[in-house]
């Protein structure tokens, strides 16, 4: 699938997106997207973060031409999303999968295969192996009203990739899973990227994104507020220190506790935590002046859970802060204006 892409071409570019809806007459406008702008590279799986509200799904419906941006640009493999051949290098997975009742999985896997232009045989070929690989084939002549929310999800998956397109957008693919069938889409994810294929996600379940991709980006009210590798968002940052010691003589321990944020004792060993590096070393050094013996130090760093609340609490702090200091100006984005523009 790669062969036919673009070399030195990012699989997906936004500039200034921006969104505004108009609800109705007197009504507030809302501001779904605020300038967003990111690159996803070829080849990756890009985690699309945000609580719910915070414009992933405007963002997935604008690229694949379900609504017009007010503002702003995209391409796909240097495809301008106004142009309808960027849609034929797309698979689209909404976040709840809706099918027409009363066909098969087997059909409706061909019905999407052949709206995609797929001869027939390439499509009967790949829609069998797909309810296969998805574990669906004991249900493929079965009627669509009795799939479960997991079955729906796989089959929209599916359908998905059906014509093996370089990009996937996903939107909360995870979304009202068990545990089971959330490791089993996963691992679809994780396959897909090994073939070459570029997914890029959204979702608010933070251990999944965790686990499986190589970039996030993470949207507050329509705005992004952190962008970039996992490794390099999170870095090294020590949020405290847990240790553990043994053969700690009351003395000792009392001048470790001093410094702890926390300690007991669990009836074998000694345990302190610290709220930092420096900290730790001071106890280290207290617990061993005292004759005891260090039998463990753990220091947590800043996990995406943890750094996602943080920056989101930060730009909120941001937000409210400006705010303030333009309260003297009604926001454009807020201000009543004429249906169909940005106002003045």
């Not at 108009?22 to 406008?29: A, M, S, Y």
């Not at 027939?120 to 797909?130: C, M, S, T, V």
């Not at 937000?319 to 926001?331: C, D, H, T, V």
Request: proline content about 5%; charged content about 25%; aromatic content about 6%.
């Amino acid at each position: 699938m790669a062969e036919t892409i673009t070399q030195g071409v990012p699989a997906l570019r936004i500039e200034g997106l921006r969104m505004v809806y108009h609800p109705g007459l007197f009504q507030r406008r809302k501001l779904a997207l605020h300038g967003l702008d990111l690159e996803v590279p070829k080849g990756s799986i890009y985690g699309f973060l945000g609580q719910n509200g915070a414009g992933k799904t405007t963002t997935l419906k604008t690229l694949v031409g379900l609504q017009m941006p007010t503002a702003g640009r995209a391409w796909i493999f240097g495809t301008d999303i106004r142009e309808s051949a960027s849609r034929a290098k797309v698979g689209f997975m909404p976040e709840n999968p809706y099918f027409y009742e009363y066909l098969t999985a087997r059909e409706t896997l061909d019905f999407y295969g052949r709206l995609a232009g797929m001869p027939r045989a390439e499509r009967r070929r790949r829609g069998e192996y797909l309810l296969e690989r998805f574990g669906l084939g004991h249900a493929k002549d079965g009627s669509m009203r009795d799939f479960s929310k997991g079955m729906r999800q796989r089959l929209g998956l599916a359908q998905a990739i059906l014509n093996q397109p370089p990009l996937v957008l996903l939107d909360e693919p995870m979304s009202g899973l068990d545990p089971l069938g959330r490791r089993d889409i996963r691992n679809e994810i994780l396959a897909l990227r090994d073939a070459g294929c570029t997914v890029f996600f959204s979702s608010h379940i933070l251990s999944d994104v965790a686990d499986i991709c190589d970039r996030v980006c993470i949207l507050h009210e329509g705005r992004k507020v952190a962008e970039g590798r996992l490794p390099k968002l999170l870095g090294q940052r020590v949020l405290e220190v847990q240790m553990s010691a043994s053969g700690v003589p009351k003395e000792g321990l009392h001048e470790a506790a001093k410094l702890a944020r926390r300690a007991w004792h669990d009836g074998e060993l000694y345990h302190l935590l610290l709220e930092s590096e420096d900290l730790a070393l001071k106890a280290k050094e207290a617990i061993e002046r005292g004759g005891g013996t260090l039998r463990r130090l753990v220091p947590h760093h800043e996990s995406l859970e943890e750094y996602f609340i943080r920056v989101t609490r930060e730009g909120d702090v941001a937000r409210l802060a400006g705010a303030e200091e333009g309260s003297a100006a009604p926001e454009a984005a807020s201000a009543p204006g004429p249906r169909g523009g940005l106002g003045a």
